[in-house]
């Protein structure tokens, strides 16, 4: 079993149309998944794009990605592997801002991709999604509960599926080459580039047609690495 799929539980790998058991009793609402994550619910610019052209500030402003990084926002950046990516900011308790006093999420429809994921994980082979269940240590915390099969498209309740995942692989591969240009470049330019990645992936406010915007500023990325390295 390659490195990037030894959390999984049941050593197999699924797709999208597979059925697998994630299912936890309806999910009992016990909300330890939303608790105590520190800063491991990364937020990807589909993430970003969902949130903001759902939510309004108080008055009605658009939400940006400045003002959900901000002091007060519930997102905060920090360092991944040694890139500087947001994720969502755990409030005193360790709880998700997002999380109400009944132990629900109150922005369910608009969760994260990473939320809705879990309890499985997400691994990329040939330029493909494939799908793990993520074990014992990681994954829910009712663990012997009855897993129920659950078909992991519906699980992950997003629309346009095919183009998600396409948008998954292409930005995984974004940041991968990025981590490896560190021992390529000096630390100058290695910044330069982070700050470029954020500049272009979540400073600027995307179009309506997200995967179509992102494949336009996959080609700029790439024109960047030519310029800068
Ligand atoms: S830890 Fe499991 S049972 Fe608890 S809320 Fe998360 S998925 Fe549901
Ligand atoms: S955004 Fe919602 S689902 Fe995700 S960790 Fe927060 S409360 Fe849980």
Redo the contacts with the bound molecule.
């Keep these: 079993m390659s490195n990037q799929y030894e959390w999984s539980y049941d050593n197999k790998k699924y797709t999208h149309d597979d059925t697998a058991p994630i299912g936890?009793?309806d999910?009992?609402?016990?909300?330890?998944?939303?608790k105590k994550m520190g800063d491991t619910i990364l937020q990807d610019p589909y993430d970003l794009w969902n949130f903001c052209s759902n939510m309004k500030v108080s008055g009605g402003m658009a939400v940006t990605f400045d003002i959900l990084v901000s002091e007060d926002g519930p997102w905060e950046l920090s360092y991944q592997d040694g890139v500087i990516l947001p994720n969502i900011k755990m409030v005193e308790d360790g709880r998700c801002p997002f999380l109400n006093e009944k132990?629900r999420c109150y922005i369910h429809p608009i969760r994260s991709g990473l939320c809705r994921l879990?309890?499985l994980g997400r691994g990329f082979e040939d330029g493909k999604v494939i799908y793990y269940v993520l074990n014992d240590e990681l994954g829910?915390?009712?663990k012997d509960?009855p897993r129920t099969p659950v078909n992991i498209k519906e699980w992950l309740g997003i629309k346009d599926i095919d183009r998600y995942e396409e948008f998954q692989s292409k930005w995984y591969k974004i940041r991968d080459d990025l981590r490896n240009r560190h021992d390529l470049c000096d630390e100058k330019t290695f910044k330069d580039l982070q700050m470029r990645l954020l500049e272009l992936f979540y400073q600027k406010p995307y179009d309506k047609d997200f995967f179509w915007d992102f494949d336009k500023r996959v080609k700029e990325w790439e024109d960047s690495l030519r310029n800068i390295v």
């Design positions: 936890c009793d999910c009992a609402s016990c909300s330890s998944c939303c132990g879990f309890p829910c915390e009712k509960n």
